[in-house]
């Protein structure tokens, strides 16, 4: 074993390989990150923009009982969704993990995900809108007279929320229940444990960190959803990210929305913070073991990279 | 990624076990298939055929297909509306030669999409490299800069982007939506191509230098031949991105820069037109394409997307 200590030689490379991305997200990421920050402590320019004195103003004008009322609405709305996606991707991504046509069904879960987002939530309007599909098929088959109002509303917003970010639930599932070791279930039943046992004491304890990484991709896109409320929603399911834009490109109050913005990045990243240690804990709880099992549990080339996504 | 910042980097290959014969530097992308691990095609008592997570499986996959089958099946429909009157292939001809501006916006998306996949991926895979095996000050700062990109919401990025661009009073246009693209692609190929380069032994490099190879010849003669599957699947993957995204480009786009999902949303606000079905096939059959292109690697995207 020749560990070397870190060389000259070494940080030169590392830093020549790096650095053009690091420069390039510095510019366009974290940059643009810090000003955010700073504009949420200015003022309102008279035609937009900001000008100084710093306040606090735009945090306090976040108190506005309106807004509040959204907020809430967001968290209510975000939790719902993510909860019933979760139930939904959770057999999906074992029923695939133990499936012998894995990649056929990767493709199926991949083929819509990839769809552009517009074209899906078009898909949606044309299937509810008052002479839409269903309405038109339900009025033809005798069911109804009137439309149905299934569209601009709460459930309708809730239910493309689900359609969208679902795919972001079951790809990490799937990833780590397919690296679980589906005979500790078999040992589990031979043991005397029930099927909802073996499934709620063997399964989900170990596959734990996908749950919460899965939870985490979907929660922060929802919480941020901005194309949805606004085309299949109505006035009474506006999201915090409708009210972002609006203060940009309507109310251009660029410190309101830097401020909301601000908040959103902060509940992500302590969110991704939550994810992080739990995967952490897991590892370090895996490292105890000795050598052998804990390939059995991890695979030779687990890397930690359990899953992370982005909306697109 | 989060555990990397702890463990060195993988300096000798002692822990790796397969044989190092270099065309295989990589393993099959057939999946991270331990040496342990049952096969897959064992079954166990438990899991039945049309036991409870097979039919939910079904049903959300037909869930996820549903809309695209009636968007698609009204593409054939000769009135505009979703009241079917008869078989047509009407607003394919409208789609194919009576839509410049569609199409005209696609020529942006792609332009858009093919550089900014081009540069992220320049970008992320060399950086991968630098991360994965060497050891600098920086190191961790780039880490989580590649990673935050990825897990903040679309509209945090498009707006920061936004007030980024006009506080240093950059006309928005073709260039900010490319510069936006690259951004977000960066993260998904720094990802890919590292997982990529777990699998690959470093000790492979040091013979490369030991026989004579130059930095330069080690780089371009052993590694990116090894890890190139890594590469093009995230640069594919980059351009489907780039071409799907709206949210991002529609914050940062200007006059005259209008791409495809721009110009569907404007068709969808304002006025649906069924041309929109059309499209929607075509895009579609894109798509799947594309994924059985990708059909070696699905398993290696689903782990990082």
């Not at chain 1, 700073?38 to 103003?57: H, M, N, Q, R």
């Not at chain 1, 898909?123 to 601009?152: H, Q, T, V």
């Not at chain 2, 409208?94 to 916006?105: G, I, M, Q, V």
Request: net charge positive; proline share 5%.
């Amino acid at each position: 074993m020749n560990v070397k200590q870190t060389t000259v030689r070494e940080r030169r490379l590392g830093i020549t390989y790096s650095s053009p991305m690091g420069i390039w997200l510095t510019v366009f990421f974290m940059v643009p990150l810090l000003i955010i920050i700073a504009y949420s402590f200015l003022t309102k320019g008279l035609y937009g923009g900001v000008e100084f004195p710093i306040t606090f103003d735009a945090y306090l004008q976040m108190a506005n009982p309106n807004f509040m009322r959204v907020l809430l609405r967001t968290v209510w709305v975000t939790t719902l969704a993510t909860a019933l996606t979760i139930a939904l991707a959770l057999p999906c991504g074992y029923a695939m993990a133990r499936s012998k046509h894995q990649t056929l069904w990767l493709g199926m879960v991949i083929v819509p995900f990839w769809t552009n987002s517009l074209i899906r939530i078009y898909a949606w309007i044309a299937i509810l809108s008052s002479e839409g599909f269903l309405n038109e098929m339900l009025k033809a088959l005798g069911f109804i007279k009137e439309s149905l109002p299934l569209i601009y509303n709460q459930g309708a917003v809730t239910a493309v929320l689900i359609y969208m970010y679902i795919p972001f639930a079951i790809l990490p599932l799937f990833t780590t229940i397919d690296k679980f070791d589906f005979g500790l279930l078999e040992a589990a039943r031979d043991l005397g444990a029930t099927k909802p046992q073996a499934i709620f004491k063997v399964l989900m304890p170990n596959i734990r960190s996908g749950i919460i990484t899965s939870v985490i991709f979907t929660f922060i896109p929802i919480f941020g959803a901005y194309t949805v409320p606004l085309l299949v929603g109505g006035k009474d399911s506006y999201m915090i990210g409708n009210i972002i834009v609006d203060q940009v490109t309507k109310t251009r109050n660029w410190p309101l929305a830097s401020a909301f913005s601000l908040i959103i990045t902060l509940i992500s990243t302590l969110g991704v913070l939550w994810m992080m240690t739990s995967t952490a804990r897991e590892r370090a709880r895996i490292k105890q073991q000795p050598l052998k099992d804990r390939e059995d549990t991890l695979g030779p080339s687990h890397n930690g990279l359990t899953s992370a996504g982005r909306v697109s | 990624m989060t555990t990397d910042v702890e463990k060195p980097p993988q300096r000798n290959g002692n822990h790796i076990k397969h044989k190092l014969i270099p065309s295989k530097l990589v393993s099959p992308p057939s999946g991270p298939q331990g040496p342990y691990r049952l096969p897959k095609n064992q079954h166990f008592r438990d899991h039945r055929r049309f036991g409870f997570s097979n039919i939910m499986l079904v049903l959300v996959i037909l869930f996820l297909f549903a809309p695209l089958f009636v968007v698609i099946t009204y593409s054939f429909n000769a009135a505009k509306g979703m009241r079917w009157t008869g078989l047509s292939l009407e607003w394919y001809k409208k789609l194919f030669f009576d839509s410049n501006e569609l199409w005209r916006a696609f020529g942006n998306s792609i332009m858009i999409a093919f550089s900014s996949a081009l540069v992220a991926t320049m970008l992320g895979s060399l950086a991968a490299i630098g991360i994965k095996w060497y050891r600098f000050k920086a190191r961790a700062y780039i880490q989580i800069a590649s990673f935050l990109p990825m897990v903040l919401p679309e509209v945090i990025i498009g707006i920061s982007m936004l007030i980024f661009f006009s506080a240093i009073k950059v006309q928005l246009g073709m260039f900010t939506i490319f510069a936006a693209h690259t951004t977000f692609n960066i993260p998904f190929v720094f990802l890919l191509v590292s997982a990529r380069l777990d699998e690959f032994d470093f000790s492979i490099i040091e013979a490369a230098r030991d026989l004579g190879a130059t930095e330069r010849q080690a780089l371009f003669k052993v590694v990116i031949p090894s890890i190139m599957p890594g590469i093009v699947t995230s640069m594919l993957m980059s351009v489907t991105m780039s071409l799907e995204d709206f949210v991002i480009t529609f914050f940062v786009s200007g006059p005259g820069s209008t791409t495809l999902p721009l110009y569907v949303y404007s068709m969808i606000r304002y006025g649906v037109s069924p041309v929109i079905n059309s499209l929607s096939l075509v895009l579609i059959l894109g798509i799947m394409i594309l994924a059985l292109t990708l059909r070696r690697f699905l398993k290696t995207i689903a782990a990082s997307s």
